[in-house]
DNA sequence: TCCACAAGTAAGTTAACACTTACGTAAATT
DNA sequence: AATTTACGTAAGTGTTAACTTACTTGTGGA
């Protein structure tokens, strides 16, 4: 489920979506008109992120007003953080110790 | 370049290649053969992460071993965090309020 | 140098997905 | 009830990407 908004959060479209209906609480058509895309191709982003949580819909009348969901970026951390463990602070102490050794990118597979 | 590791961690086959590589630095054949899918997959899978900086890799004798670059996944979490300002703990703790108002699930889409 | 091992690369296939246009639906207006 | 407004859904298309099977590359050993 969680993976699911990883996903959904991954499309750069879905991701202005997700600013634009951050602070705001506006309508799908609203939010169409601020992309090039069709008004569909919106309403299916607007599918996603609402069945991942990451948006909330009510009904106002005749239209549909959108709003991003807090709690939905909030399971996206806690994965991340659980992910490898929360040993994450450790790592990140060895990863500076290592910038000292290498200031060049993580790997160059140019061979 | 953030939005590519996003994309890259929304992959579930993916996912677990890190978890596997997160304390383990193992080789490529390693990592291959605690999966069902073919080598060549993992390899292209390896190439995706190296490439967006969450694994590294380096070379010993005929191997290449793989381990889970921290500062990626900081990437990831930074982005999440500058993603809507930061103004998160305002906007978690107006979640925690609605929480009492509804007790369901975030929308119902039914109609 | 010839062989074996470890791994990446190429090319092709299938499925997923971000789009489009066309149509259906539901609430407000007349 | 018919119309308008706001929106979702259906169906089809092109592109991406996760796989597969072949093949190539590179390292170490006899």
Chains 1, 2 share one sequence.
């Not at 601020?34 to 992120?49: E, G, K, N, W, Y």
């Not at 970026?73 to 659980?82: C, G, K």
Request: no cysteine; proline share 3%.
């Amino acid at each position: 489920m969680v993976e699911a908004a990883l996903k959904a959060i991954a499309d750069p479209r879905r991701q202005d979506i997700l600013v634009i209906v951050h602070e705001n609480e506006l309508s799908a058509g609203d939010i169409a008109s601020r992309f090039d895309i069709t008004r569909p191709a919106i309403s299916q982003h607007l599918r996603v992120l609402v069945d991942t949580g990451l948006v909330s819909m009510r009904r106002d009348g005749t239209r549909r007003l959108y709003k991003a969901r807090p709690e939905g970026l909030e399971e996206i951390r806690a994965f991340l953080d659980q992910f490898w463990g929360r040993s994450l602070d450790l790592l990140k102490k060895a990863a500076e110790q290592e910038q000292q050794g290498e200031s060049d990118e993580h790997t160059d597979h140019s061979g």
